[in-house]
């Protein structure tokens, strides 16, 4: 089971970017797909979360009204759609399965994370 992150890149701030997470080895119906970033020095936190299932939604505050996560279930992929980015938005951003959501970016059974995509916004 694979999770492969990619589209992070250098944008300016007010740019947009868009990232994808390609799951492969199972598919994901039942599970929760989420996005955490990390930047430097400070600890993983929860960005945003679509259950496949119903494809409820859920956002960190920062980041509600210009992130918007979507996913495509044919291609087992999730995207984070990031436009308005803020220099505060810089960070190593991850995905993340797991069987239902948790904002929590501490690993539980079951869970499968997917390597980060670095994104840099400068001001």
């Known amino acids: 089971v694979q999770l492969q992150a990619y589209g992070g890149g250098l944008v300016q701030a007010g740019g947009s970017l868009r990232l994808s997470c390609v799951a492969s080895?199972?598919?994901?119906?039942?599970?929760?797909m989420h996005w955490f970033r990390q930047a430097p020095g400070k600890e993983r936190e929860f960005v945003a979360a679509?259950?496949?299932?119903?494809?409820?939604?859920y956002y960190a505050d920062s980041v509600k009204g210009r992130f918007t996560i979507s996913g495509d279930f044919a291609k087992n992929t999730v995207y984070l759609q990031m436009n308005s980015l803020k220099p505060e938005d810089t960070a190593l951003y991850y995905c993340?399965?797991?069987?239902?959501?948790?904002?929590?970016?501490?690993?539980?059974?079951?869970?499968?994370w997917g390597q980060g995509t670095q994104v840099t916004v400068s001001s």
């Open positions: 080895g199972r598919t994901f119906s039942s599970y929760t």
């Open positions: 679509l259950t496949w299932s119903g494809g409820s939604t």
């Open positions: 993340k399965a797991s069987p239902s959501y948790s904002g929590s970016p501490l690993p539980k059974p079951y869970d499968y």
